[in-house]
């Protein structure tokens, strides 16, 4: 380990049209500064190990991050982080070859803390990045180096902030989360993330196009969709992922657009639906009373209507609270459509072909 | 009082640019712009010049306004050294560029836009949204124009419709801001927006920054707290195309656009993040207000780190293909095209920008919240080496998460569609100006 010298850092180094991506500020084995003892502690090791057998019989490599402390190998999406409100946590990046970083998307703590190369470091060894999450939600944690690429390579994983722990309220079922503090209970819950892989790209170098080189990353054609690392064959319309729920239960749905595409969602028809919570941030007054008074008087959670169609950005998060209903049926299958939007003509990927980008998930009733 | 260095403080040691401007072959009488900290610049007109100042007095009568634009022929110089044909808007005051030069104008002043043409092909001016903002078409060497009257208060885009959306993708297209006649809430805070369209939350929440005892330090908004975003996209080929004189079909466009350069105000990556009319920078509790608009073809999905923001305003839409958001409709049944000040003022890390969209986002300035505690990020100086709790401003980035927009020419990653931003801890309010 060894003591940050900031001045070969972008936090006080030079910054120069090169330190931006070509020649960007590497460090082996920093020291965090202003370390303090974790509560939490988290180790994501680089692999370049995934692959995936698509519906056409062709494989498409991935990377991504493996926790070391278990034996699953070559995990794609990558390992969800989950943690506490209000822990210190420590998330260790561990490299293999070239540079990487976690970035923690949508949690906010020093410029040195957030991953991202050219303000701060790209990490050729191991950094451990320290922050304290202030609210509950659904996050995500990805490489930020050469993001354009590393992302869509898979180097990406759900990072969820549970709130602190307390006491079951009067009627809700043992066993019960809450969605964050002052905030509703949920019995089951799903988070699912929507990516499309352009096979083309997952050939290329780690540093492929940093240093002036045209590599066609301005060019993004998908033909692959997947949910949750799990290849959707978009020719039958078969291999949606499935989660489950008990008749007169909640279900947390955490819907996460891991792609470069607009993700446009078809919510399901049957069960009521409700959005709790938007990128991490709950709407109305849950929250109220934490360090920092994040409460959001200004917001309102809202109902969504079987059908109806919600955009998704790339990298945003909407967290839907599905109320099914005590008459259902055990077997009913409700159904969530995710078209993959062009992001020039808004048209479904690959329309009226068998590569269509046209998608779904499935919540069954048991 | 310890005597600080702005330079040392922001510690960009990078290089100095040189003189923005030279001039290209005269034959063409076009001028060649390298951008670097060529900054989109802003021009006030009648009673919003006030405001700046005053902070929206009601008391000030409508002014009529002239605002004299003309439409050029540049070569703009992209950050991989690529030179890029483009038709820019330009004020006599202002140098020709991509995006035109951002126009504030009041409430209620009648403004005369008058419009001359320096281009070889017609040329028109709109503003969507506005009513009676549509001019008549001025020939080469010729002049246009129109007179409206300033609408309710919020972001409008002004740009060529011919042959849409080639000419505006070509260039031409600019901001106008519309400042409110009387922005302020019942309670007196300042807010961008026209009283008639406050919403319940929008009041909470700007009566909420001059509170100093909930979640926000106590500043209130101040109108000098704001930044443009245009966000645009551009395909050299077809501005090849335009340079040659070659007509160019919309539809044709529309087809097979395929971006090579993805811009910020007209710059991007290195350059964006050094650009005074991008890069925000303030106290924490001090709320800025960042005008987005996106006036290319692609659709954007912005990434702020750092601070989660507000969406405050958005652009008025009909419902198309049954796509709709609570959040997204407007508190009235706004004209399309018109301000929406939101209802439901969400928190995001990530914003939908669709071609056209303009949308208004505020960083709250709060303390970056997932800091530790223990971590008091103040200030002192001499910095320790050790220690990152010390240093200011601490500086984050924003960035399109639609990644492909984070490239140049091809690759060049992170030489696109992103900037920077700053944030100063509270206790060296007073002591650097910034």
Request: overall charge neutral.
């Amino acid at each position: 380990m060894a003591t940050i010298d900031f001045s070969q850092t972008g936090v006080t180094g030079p910054l120069t049209f090169d330190s931006f991506g070509c020649k960007t500020f590497e460090q082996a084995q920093p020291d965090t500064p202003d370390r303090i003892a974790p509560t939490q502690s988290f180790r994501r090791r680089v692999h370049f190990d995934a692959t995936r057998k698509m519906w056409d019989g062709k494989t498409v490599a991935f990377w991504s991050f493996e926790d070391p402390t278990t034996k699953v190998k070559a995990s794609f999406p990558a390992p969800t982080l989950r943690m506490r409100q209000g822990e210190l946590v420590h998330s260790t990046v561990e490299t293999r070859k070239g540079t990487h970083t976690i970035h923690h998307h949508g949690i906010e703590p020093t410029t040195v803390n957030d991953g991202v190369g050219h303000v701060s470091f790209e990490v050729n060894g191991s950094y451990t990045y320290q922050m304290q999450p202030t609210v509950a939600g659904t996050f995500l944690y990805h490489c930020h180096k050469n993001t354009v690429l590393h992302f869509e390579m898979g180097m990406y994983g759900f990072l969820i902030v549970d709130p602190p722990p307390a006491p079951l309220p009067a009627g809700v079922p043992a066993g019960s989360k809450q969605c964050f503090v002052g905030g509703p209970w949920y019995q089951a819950e799903a988070a699912w993330v929507f990516d499309d892989v352009d096979a083309r790209w997952h050939n290329l170098d780690f540093d492929a196009g940093l240093c002036g080189d045209d590599v066609g990353l301005n060019r993004f054609e998908p033909k692959y969709f997947l949910v949750n690392g799990q290849p959707y064959n978009t020719k039958t319309k078969t291999g949606a992922v499935r989660s489950k729920v008990k008749r007169g239960q909640k279900i947390l749905l955490r819907l996460l657009n891991g792609a470069y595409s607009q993700l446009l969602l078809s919510m399901p028809n049957g069960p009521a639906m409700e959005v709790v919570s938007i990128d991490g941030r709950p709407l109305g007054t849950g929250g109220a009373g934490l360090p920092g008074g994040l409460s959001s008087p200004w917001s309102q959670p809202f109902a969504l209507s079987g059908g109806q169609k919600i955009v998704l950005s790339s990298a945003g998060r909407y967290d839907v609270l599905v109320s099914v209903p005590a008459t259902a049926s055990v077997g009913t299958v409700y159904k969530l459509g995710a078209e993959f939007r062009h992001f020039t003509s808004f048209e479904a990927r690959n329309r009226g072909t068998p590569y269509e980008g046209v998608v779904h998930t499935e919540i069954e009733v048991t | 009082m310890v005597q600080l260095r702005l330079g040392w403080l922001r510690a960009v040691t990078g290089p100095v640019f040189e003189t923005r401007y030279s001039y290209g072959e005269p034959m063409k009488r076009r001028e060649f712009l390298k951008y670097g900290s060529a900054s989109l610049l802003t021009l006030a007109f009648g009673g919003s010049a006030l405001r700046l100042v005053e902070g929206g007095s009601g008391s000030a009568k409508a002014a009529a306004v002239t605002i004299n634009l003309s439409a050029e022929e540049i070569m703009a110089e992209m950050i991989d050294g690529e030179e890029v044909f483009m038709l820019a808007f330009r004020s006599p005051s202002t140098s020709a560029r991509v995006p035109g030069p951002v126009l504030r104008v009041r409430e209620g002043d009648q403004i005369t836009i008058t419009l001359f043409n320096n281009t070889e092909t017609p040329h028109k001016l709109e503003i969507p949204g506005v009513a009676g903002a549509s001019s008549g078409t001025a020939a080469p060497q010729q002049s246009t124009s129109v007179t409206f009257t300033a609408p309710v208060a919020g972001t409008y885009l002004y740009l060529d419709p011919i042959n849409a959306p080639v000419n505006r993708m070509l260039g031409l297209h600019g901001v106008m801001i519309v400042e409110p006649a009387d922005g302020r809430t019942i309670a007196g805070a300042v807010t961008p927006y026209s009283r008639a369209t406050h919403t319940p939350a929008i009041a909470t929440l700007f009566d909420a920054f001059g509170v100093p005892t909930g979640r926000f330090p106590g500043d209130p908004w101040h109108p000098s707290r704001e930044l443009v975003w245009v966000f645009h996209q551009f395909d050299p080929r077809f501005h090849a195309m335009a340079e040659r004189g070659e007509s160019i079909n919309a539809s044709t466009m529309q087809r097979d656009f395929l971006a090579r350069y993805f811009t910020i105000n007209g710059v991007s990556g290195f350059e964006a993040a050094h650009d005074p009319s991008i890069v925000a920078t303030g106290f924490v509790g001090q709320p800025m207000l960042i005008r987005n608009v996106n006036a290319g073809l692609n659709w954007h999905s912005p990434h702020i780190h750092g601070n989660h923001v507000f969406e405050l305003a958005g652009t008025a839409r009909s419902a198309s293909e049954g796509i709709s958001s609570p959040q997204e409709l407007p508190l009235t049944s706004s004209p399309e095209g018109s301000v929406a000040v939101r209802k439901n003022l969400i928190h995001r890390d990530v914003w939908t920008m669709a071609p056209l969209d303009r949308k208004d986002m505020l960083i709250p300035y709060e303390r970056p919240p997932d800091i530790p505690d223990e971590v008091r990020w103040h200030f002192a100086y001499p910095p320790a080496q050790e220690t990152e709790q010390t240093r200011a401003p601490l500086r984050y980035v924003m960035h399109d998460h639609t990644e492909v927009s984070l490239t140049a020419g091809g690759g060049n990653y992170p030489q696109g569609m992103m900037c920077h931003w700053e944030i100063f801890p509270r206790e060296l309010m007073g002591q650097v100006l910034i």
